[in-house]
């Protein structure tokens, strides 16, 4: 996961709703057929939340994770079940060492907090040997309310404040990454929206209590905490009508997320 020296990432707010972010991950993992002989890497590793799905289904494997986050790292060490853990920014990271040649390059949720997939994807799949895969997982959830509402309270609110991160999706189609990829070797893409029920949990919007640890983070990173307040009151207000609680507090919130594999030539 990308961070700054300023801003890590909080595992524990992250956690909130482990089953719910872990669910996707399972289901690429499942999409995975066979691979050769070589590490695993799970990119953007985060506190670890995949390691030990990824151990229980390829337990033969060397384990390396990968992240930016000191906070994450620190976290991922505590689940005990990685060989080597490295501090690494994804978009330029190489393997080495015990990570070179991996058999396996798995990312959940990470690769749309970077920008130009038409380089750093290829990139990736030239990492691999024959026979190796690349599984990625990406939230394909920019044009839903929970997420457009973030870009269009920001540009009314503070609209010299944000720039790029105001505008447009990072994530393309499904059709999109299988062309791209398909010179590499055999791609299968596709997407899924998982109607997750989130529960009240307090007073704030279950949806909010969701995003605040992702997608808001670059909002309100650059806001003091008077400015935090404002736009977090705006979103609470707009997410109230884009998401009715049900009669429990409850919410039903539906989140597509893109996928795909590639198989090495």
């Not at 961070?3 to 995975?32: E, K, M, Q, S, V």
């Not at 009240?200 to 992702?214: I, K, L, Q, Y």
Request: include cysteine.
């Amino acid at each position: 996961m990308t961070t700054t020296a300023n801003n890590d990432w909080n595992p524990g707010t992250y956690a909130r709703f482990r089953g719910l972010r872990l669910r996707p991950a399972r289901d690429l993992i499942h999409a995975i057929d066979t691979i050769p002989a070589g590490p695993v890497v799970d990119l953007g590793c985060g506190a670890g939340t995949v390691g030990p799905v990824l151990a229980a289904r390829f337990g033969d494997r060397s384990l390396i994770g990968v992240d930016t986050s000191p906070a994450m790292l620190a976290e991922a060490a505590k689940v005990g079940i990685y060989d080597h853990l490295t501090r690494a920014d994804i978009a330029g990271w190489t393997p080495e060492g015990r990570a070179a040649r991996p058999a396996l390059i798995f990312s959940n949720a990470v690769l749309h907090w970077l920008d130009d997939h038409e380089s750093l994807l290829p990139r990736l799949a030239r990492l691999l040997p024959p026979g190796g895969v690349l599984a990625v997982q990406m939230p394909g959830q920019f044009h839903a309310p929970s997420h457009r509402l973030l870009r269009e309270i920001a540009a009314t609110l503070f609209p010299d404040r944000f720039g790029a991160i105001a505008t447009g999706s990072p994530v393309s189609g499904p059709d999109d990454y299988a062309r791209l990829l398909a010179p590499f070797g055999q791609v299968q893409a596709w997407e899924t929206t998982y109607s997750q029920r989130l529960d009240a949990g307090s007073d704030a919007h279950p949806v909010r209590r969701f995003t605040e640890s992702t997608a808001m983070r670059p909002f309100l990173g650059p806001l003091s905490e008077g400015e935090a307040d404002q736009f977090i009151a705006a979103y609470e207000a707009e997410l109230a009508r884009a998401y009715p609680r049900e009669d429990d507090g409850s919410v039903l919130f539906a989140f597509r997320r893109v996928f795909f594999t590639l198989e090495r030539a």
